[in-house]
């Protein structure tokens, strides 16, 4: 079971290049989501879609965009890095969009460094 | 914001002892889950408690849930080298559609 893949795992980037994380699920899993933590802070939500073609910002969508064209994928857009947007990157997928009560599946994240 | 704050930050106890973690919310939630992360990889589900329980057990974790409180604590006996992990809360945002992540609690068993 592949379970949630992001790619890559490991990501340097200059201050104003853009990049683009990718996630893929293969569970059928209507909601997606992606998180970035950062140290003490716990996992703060930056969007979420709950289907194709449904997206939605979370705490922190600043500076990153995203597009649902299919159930399986979810990439997250870096429009133009900053080092503020140095972090660790999790996709997570839900069986159901309500993600409320259910089981949240993580992608083994990518680390993000922007100089 | 942060719904959800863990209590302790870090934990080191030895091998066989009890550790018990809190969390704390600020609003009312219908569920609450707990996730464990080991180092350098994704969360892993772990537990869900509804707001209509006051406790669940699963193997050598139990947690409780105290909605007047609006607290919840974690406890896992009999710890083992391989619990070393973090342990994080997490509880629902509004509408449902988002699920908000405390900070975690740092748990080192040491052998």
């Known amino acids: 079971n592949a379970g949630v893949t992001q790619t890559p795992k490991f990501q340097v980037l200059k201050t104003g290049q853009s990049m683009t994380l990718q996630c893929a699920q293969d569970m059928n899993h209507e909601y997606m989501s992606w998180y970035r933590q950062d140290p003490g802070m716990g996992l703060r939500l930056i969007h979420y879609?709950?289907?194709?073609?449904?997206?939605d910002q979370g705490e922190v969508p600043n500076g990153y965009n995203v597009s649902r064209s299919t159930t399986e994928d979810f990439p997250l857009r870096l429009l133009s890095a900053a080092p503020s947007q140095t972090s660790v990157y999790f996709c997570?997928?839900?069986?159901?969009?309500?993600?409320?009560?259910?089981?949240?599946?993580f992608g083994e994240g990518s680390w993000l460094t922007v100089v | 914001s942060q719904q959800g704050e863990e209590d302790p930050q870090a934990l080191s106890i030895q091998e066989g002892e009890n550790a018990t973690m809190n969390c704390s919310y600020k609003?009312?939630?219908?569920?609450l889950q707990w996730y464990r992360q080991n180092s350098g990889r994704g969360l892993v589900h772990l537990i869900l408690i509804r707001s209509n329980e006051r406790e669940k057990h699963s193997g050598r974790l139990r947690v409780t849930l105290d909605t007047s409180k609006k607290s919840s604590s974690l406890l896992i006996t009999a710890s083992r080298a391989a619990d070393t992990a973090s342990y994080f809360c997490a509880t629902d945002g509004i509408g449902g559609f988002k699920t908000i992540f405390g900070a975690g609690t740092r748990l080192f068993v040491k052998a």
């Open positions: 609003t009312s939630i219908n569920n």
């Open positions: 997570a997928s839900s069986y159901s969009r309500q993600v409320s009560g259910n089981t949240i599946y």
């Open positions: 879609s709950v289907g194709a073609g449904i997206t």
